[in-house]
């Protein structure tokens, strides 16, 4: 028997594997935050613009020229919030405040809104840099007491990507910024006196008495002092003297009190002596003399 042999053919089949690289996308957020003093006399919302800026760079892999970018991003309520208000601290302390997307502080830039709406989108070509910048704001509302310390205020907002779209391997990566609240010890005179006005008759049997109230606001626990320039002095003749109170009568030069963060009331005392022949050399005459009122603090 003859045996045919039989030839096998190995059939080698390769596959090769390419790995086609696509052009990697990255982006960053940065912002300087923002910082404001705060008056707490301020009767309006303390606004201050500032901005962020996004910038997205892609490298020189293969892949298409141009891909399209598409964010926008999201913030939390910092650090020290409370519920979802925002609050800068200060040594135990605090100071509401809020972020914004409009310049009237009218839209806050929390939760679920967002910064830019619509989202940006852009083309991004390879081996390029695009740094694009946006506005928000920072709200700080009137009639918060500032209570001791004075000071800066401080806090820490976190910003997040919340919407990212880029053809081809991509990394968003979120930032943060600082919010500085500047807080000093602040006193005023908010409602200015009033003249001092006395009605004399020359020889008068009763002493002559007047007053004009101030109004006074001041940092919790600031002490602080009022002071006139002179307390007794001569108009038309006519010895008179004043003196500071909490009551339209009697008092000291100077007067000492504490703030308590709202207005508080104090007067302007005059008197004048009675029995006094004046200098008028008519039937009626009448003299103005301007006294300086110092609040120190």
């Given at each position: ?16 594997v390419?790995?086609?690289a696509h ?22 919302t ?20 141009f891909?399209t ?10 650090i020290h ?14 100071l ?7 310049p009237?502080?009218?839209?806050p ?6 910064i ?5 989108s ?5 081996n ?24 800066s205020y401080?806090?820490t ?12 391997p991509?990394?968003f ?17 908010t ?54 109170n ?20 104090f007067?302007?005392n005059?008197?004048m ?25």
């Amino acid at each position: 028997m003859k045996q045919k042999p039989v030839l096998w053919t190995g059939i080698v089949i390769l596959l090769t594997v390419t790995n086609w690289a696509h052009a990697l996308t990255t982006c960053s957020v940065s912002s300087p935050g923002f910082a404001s003093g705060y008056v707490p006399l301020n009767l309006t919302t303390s606004i201050t613009p500032t901005t962020f800026d996004v910038t997205c760079s892609r490298d020189n892999a293969a892949g298409p020229a141009f891909i399209t970018v598409q964010y926008d991003l999201s913030v939390n309520n910092g650090i020290h919030v409370l519920g979802t208000q925002n609050r800068a601290a200060l040594a135990g302390s605090f100071l509401n405040y809020h972020l914004a997307t409009d310049p009237a502080c009218a839209i806050p830039w929390s939760g679920a809104t967002v910064i830019p709406t619509p989202p940006a989108s852009f083309p991004l070509a390879k081996n390029s840099v695009v740094t694009n910048t946006h506005t928000f704001y920072g709200c700080i509302l009137p009639g918060q007491l500032v209570l001791p310390p004075e000071g800066s205020y401080t806090d820490t907002v976190t910003m997040t990507f919340s919407l990212g779209k880029a053809t081809g391997p991509s990394a968003f990566t979120g930032g943060a910024f600082p919010v500085t609240i500047v807080a000093p010890a602040s006193c005023n005179i908010t409602v200015p006196p009033a003249k001092v006005t006395f009605t004399y008759t020359a020889f008068s049997p009763a002493a002559a008495i007047a007053s004009s109230t101030i109004v006074v606001r001041c940092t919790m626990s600031l002490a602080y002092t009022l002071a006139l320039d002179a307390t007794i002095d001569v108009l038309t003749g006519l010895n008179y003297s004043l003196a500071l109170n909490n009551i339209s009568n009697g008092g000291v030069n100077p007067l000492s009190s504490v703030g308590n963060g709202g207005p508080q009331s104090f007067f302007i005392n005059g008197t004048m002596a009675a029995g006094q022949a004046g200098a008028c050399a008519s039937s009626a005459c009448s003299g103005i003399q301007t006294r300086t009122l110092t609040i120190t603090y």
